[in-house]
């Protein structure tokens, strides 16, 4: 192989791939990324068995051929290189030979033939969204996952179709968080599992691909393609809780509050929480009284009351505060609407004129 490309190509797409690159001690090849220069295109491939990434970018090729390189290493040396707005790449005696006007430097290289093959999804259940789109989704919903690996359904972002929206949602049984994306009509899938482990990578490289994916599914794996990127993940073979038994039809208590007057309290409630991180939240409506109530017998004990749209019975109630406070990422509205059914069910929270957001927080016993 003699390859002759840009440097600031290749160091990019050599950061989704190291990334992705195992760190497996039975089959040392995964922390490798594969390098394949063929018909003037350089391949760039990595996996941990999991995830895989395959990169294709045009260069100028001298020699066809292939080879397998430590990913960290080879990512870390073209990152730090300066100099030239283009390098070479040549395998000489099996190593990884790479020269520029700077110097030149030699990476040991592993056996290419013990490279794993990247799977390729069959298009016969496929959508089209603006990736921009499905990282929206992936990260609106997916600090609600458990990051527990007893129960892979929990562990895990269910992405449904409906009609003409992609419902993304998680859970971890103590709170959960669903987001609607509307999308053109796509083939009616069901419902898959995209494992919790694999989002973080899936986020990172499609938020960096401008135009629409395509995604396409099997029961066992789903892919995406776009500008020259292919990214395939395995999904988890188990049903998704049935979560809409449990969402309230209507409340019986509701307050409408502003977001940044509500996420200020709970920061400040965080210094008098307990180990517990429990927080107290009382709505008398009739009074016009919505307050926050933390105590800590090391620290001391806090009160906050806030202006809100109040309305319904009285209710007293306590919560995770932690998990109050992550919700507002994903939501965009000025103000909040809390929803609550009584001290034994679930609070729903939405931005208020927002419906393509809910997120739903069991509380806490006393």
């Not at 806030?306 to 509205?333: H, M, P, R, W």
Request: one cysteine or more.
């Amino acid at each position: 192989m003699k390859i002759e490309c840009l440097k600031e190509k290749i160091s990019s797409a050599l950061n989704y791939a190291e990334k992705i690159a195992g760190k497996n001690l039975t089959l040392p090849v995964l922390s490798c990324i594969f390098l394949e220069a063929k018909n003037n295109s350089l391949t760039i491939k990595a996996t941990n068995l999991d995830l895989g990434i395959e990169i294709h970018l045009p260069i100028k090729v001298e020699k066809e051929g292939s080879v397998a390189v430590p990913g960290q290493i080879l990512s870390q040396f073209i990152n730090n290189l300066q100099g030239d707005k283009n390098i070479k790449l040549e395998v000489l005696e099996e190593n990884l030979f790479i020269s520029s006007t700077m110097g030149s430097t030699t990476i040991k290289a592993m056996p290419s033939d013990d490279f794993p093959t990247i799977p390729v999804v069959p298009n016969d259940k496929s959508f089209e969204i603006v990736a921009k789109d499905f990282v929206n989704g992936l990260k609106s919903v997916w600090y609600s996952s458990s990051v527990s690996g007893i129960k892979p359904e929990l562990s895990s972002i269910l992405i449904a179709s409906d009609e003409d929206c992609l419902i993304f949602a998680a859970t971890d049984s103590f709170r959960l968080a669903e987001k609607k994306i509307k999308t053109k009509k796509q083939n009616d899938f069901g419902q898959i599992l995209i494992p919790f482990k694999n989002i973080t990578e899936i986020i990172r490289v499609l938020e960096g691909v401008e135009n629409i994916t395509s995604v396409n599914l099997t029961k066992n794996q789903i892919s995406f393609t776009a500008d020259g990127i292919y990214l395939v993940s395995r999904v988890i073979d188990g049903v998704f809780p049935d979560y809409k038994q449990i969402i309230p039809k209507e409340s019986k208590t509701e307050a409408i509050v502003l977001k940044q007057d509500l996420l200020h309290s709970l920061k400040i409630a965080t210094i008098f929480s307990d180990k517990f991180n429990q927080i107290g939240v009382s709505v008398r409506p009739e009074h016009k009284v919505f307050e926050l109530k933390t105590k800590s017998s090391e620290v001391g004990e806090n009160t906050s009351r806030l202006i809100a749209t109040l309305s319904g019975e009285d209710v007293d109630i306590n919560f995770n505060y932690k998990y109050i406070i992550d919700c507002f990422q994903s939501i965009e509205a000025d103000a909040v609407c809390m929803q609550f059914n009584g001290v034994n069910r679930p609070v729903v929270i939405r931005g208020v004129s927002d419906k393509s957001f809910m997120y739903l927080v069991m509380p806490m016993n006393r």
